[in-house]
């Protein structure tokens, strides 16, 4: 509706989109908040990793959660 948007709202849209496999658009929207923010340690980590849930998949699995008997 406008381009005259906090910068904060860039940083969620990115991650939503990422959440939904939007990829590219989420990098563009990205890309707009890492312009403005350069000082901000979100636009830092992203361009340190810019693949982060593919570390997270790689990472999935490797525990298994069990029931410890002792919460009811």
């Known amino acids: 509706m406008t ?6 709202y860039y940083y969620r849209y990115s991650i939503c989109l990422r959440s939904i496999g939007e990829n590219d658009k989420a990098n563009e929207m990205m890309a707009k908040f890492n312009q403005s923010s350069r000082n901000d340690s979100r636009a830092k980590l992203f361009d340190k990793n810019r693949n982060y849930l593919e570390e997270i998949k790689e990472n999935s699995g490797r525990y298994e959660i069990e029931d410890a008997g002792v919460n009811f």
């Open 3 to 8: 381009t005259n948007l906090e910068l904060e």
